[in-house]
């Protein structure tokens, strides 16, 4: 069986100048990065505002599992699926990290017939925004550590108080090591501090490039982020010590999403990356919206599973940019559900009815949430070559039984678009009987709730837990920003995506736990709450056997085990 990597190399791509011309981008909306990669143009991104807005359709997933669900794959092979029936559908995806690409997960452009392309390149450095993004990140690390050096006055009169910085720097790499270190080491490198890195998907630079409308509306919110307090115990922000309008040159091209296509041909815009375990996991606004433009759907996908994903995408993206989803799609495999239920990960191959029936909880827990918002679910179920024909039929029984939900058995890995048409057509008239997706959408809580309260809402109603703790850290944090009047901010529940507790080991739809907050950061410039649940770490580590061990270069110079 040909690898990802070997299916993407023998796909024959068409110039990006076609692909752009197949949505009516004339040569000059475009700015080409090579025979195959563009950047949507600034002026087209304008005109695309004044075009009417197709449906947006949303994919997620039940909570991943070491046996993958292949999330990414059904998005781009729905929307190939959907313009092999003639329904226009134009791809809006995040890019990858080099996190997870050298880490456990690896790439993120699909796999087999349903990738996007070229895939060597937009997993590993693409055009180079993730680079811009570290590099505004740290600039601003840089120039925070520079007034405290020479002890600048901020706005308020008074110097910045070394211990009050917030500001970690970001590296886009999994690395430990660099959690927790200390700054200013050596001979006039004065401040000495403790500080640590986390992982540029984290960083609020990137949710706000993400949320961002416009180069402008980008300017004026790095200017808010809070950095730290001043000596006199004043907010300073990145505005304050000066760094906004460098860090918006630095992200200027970076504001452009990236067109590039799947196998099949289908137009895909790639921009932005936060993860959804801790950051809000969705593609840029701007990107989505220019799907939305050029096509009768923007198929689009929010991080890791519903719970996490499609929550902060309901929550914080949707509200943010005035958007409302037509369809939910919930992706889900019989190898995972069995691994909810149970099954070791070295006996999923095996049939288990009763592993698959707990593991359809789990389902079903998702399928819930997402009809919670109003919005209407199919379920796609990612066939892989080890399931039995009687567990597809288990799972397609409970979906329509139980569930009351359009199931869908898709092979568009193997088959390609044929393969997800089924799920197609599905979604299609699921759109097209949702006339107006706003008049049915509703947010779980209100915009300007407490972020106490937000918090345990989304907590109780989609991680179902009990009760909600807050360490004695995250009750002060509480209490300032609620006395800052910054304490009605949607909050971004920041947790493990293994498991719908904090302890990414317990799995299962349990009910009636605790979820401990043990911080509570504020994202002024994103417009947000973090909220870090348990022992998550905004830095991740690699496994024991990273993915990049596996990666070399051929003799003819060509890269292989990218996956």
């Not at 107006?436 to 937000?454: M, Q």
């Amino acid at each position: 069986m040909a690898s990802d990597i070997e299916i993407a190399r023998a796909a024959t791509l068409r110039p990006i100048r076609d692909i752009a011309a197949s949505i009516g981008l004339a040569e000059a909306a475009i700015e080409p990065h090579g025979h195959h990669i563009a950047k949507l143009a600034t002026a087209t991104l304008a005109d695309l505002r004044t075009r009417p807005a197709g449906k947006l359709v949303l994919v997620t997933a039940v909570n991943p599992t070491p046996a993958g669900e292949g999330k990414t794959t059904t998005t781009i092979g729905l929307a190939d699926a959907l313009n092999r029936i003639g329904r226009r559908a134009v791809i809006a995806l995040r890019e990858p990290s080099l996190g997870p690409v050298f880490g456990r997960k690896g790439g993120a452009t699909g796999g087999g017939q349903a990738q996007v392309l070229p895939m060597e390149k937009i997993n590993l450095h693409f055009t180079g925004d993730f680079h811009a993004i570290t590099s505004a990140h740290n600039l601003l690390a840089a120039m925070i550590d520079n007034a405290v050096h020479f002890n600048v006055a901020m706005p308020s009169g008074q110097a910045i108080n070394p211990r009050s910085i917030s500001w970690r720097r970001v590296l886009d790499m999994n690395d430990r090591a660099l959690r927790s270190i200390v700054s200013g080491m050596g001979t006039g490198n004065h401040p000495l501090r403790e500080t640590g890195f986390d992982i540029t998907v984290a960083s609020e630079v990137m949710a706000i490039l993400c949320l961002a409308d416009d180069v402008s509306d980008l300017q004026a919110r790095l200017a808010r982020i809070r950095v730290a307090r001043d000596t006199a115990g004043n907010p300073v922000t990145a505005g304050d010590i000066g760094a906004a309008g460098a860090m918006a040159a630095l992200l200027l091209e970076a504001m452009q999403p990236n067109l590039v296509q799947s196998i099949h041909g289908s137009p895909a815009l790639i921009h932005g990356g936060p993860f959804a375990n801790i950051a809000h996991g969705c593609n840029s606004v701007i990107a989505t919206r220019s799907a939305l433009a050029l096509g009768e759907f923007a198929v689009t996908e929010a991080g890791f599973g519903a719970d996490l994903g499609a929550e902060k995408f309901c929550h914080i993206k949707c509200r943010s940019a005035g958007l409302a989803p037509a369809v939910a799609v919930v992706v889900a495999t019989v190898r995972a559900l069995k691994y909810h239920g149970g099954m070791a990960l070295a006996e999923l191959g095996m049939p288990d009815p009763a592993a698959l029936a707990r593991g359809l909880e789990v389902l079903a827990r998702h399928v819930e949430n997402l009809r919670s918002f109003g919005l209407p679910v199919a379920v796609a179920i990612n066939a892989f070559t080890s399931d039995h024909a009687e567990e597809h039929t288990q799972v397609l029984g409970h979906c329509a039984d139980t569930l009351h939900v359009p199931a869908h058995l898709c092979r568009h890995w193997a088959d390609g678009p044929e393969g997800a048409e089924d799920l197609a057509r599905s979604v299609a008239a699921l759109a097209d009987a949702n006339a107006d997706p706003h008049a049915g959408f509703t947010p779980l809580y209100a915009t300007g709730s407490d972020v106490l309260d937000a918090l345990t809402i989304v907590a109780t109603k989609i991680h179902r837990a009990g009760s909600v703790t807050l360490s004695p850290a995250a009750q002060k944090q509480l209490a300032a920003l609620r006395a800052e009047g910054l304490a009605t901010l949607p909050v971004c529940l920041a947790k493990t995506p293994y498991s719908f507790t904090a302890d990414e080991k317990i799995r299962g739809a349990i009910t009636g736990h605790d979820l401990p907050i043990r911080e509570l950061r504020l994202a002024a410039g994103a417009g947000f709450i973090v909220a870090l649940a348990g022992d998550i770490a905004t830095m991740p580590g690699l496994p024991k056997l990273p993915s990049a061990i596996g990666i070399h270069l051929d003799g003819e110079g060509r890269i292989e085990g990218l996956s």
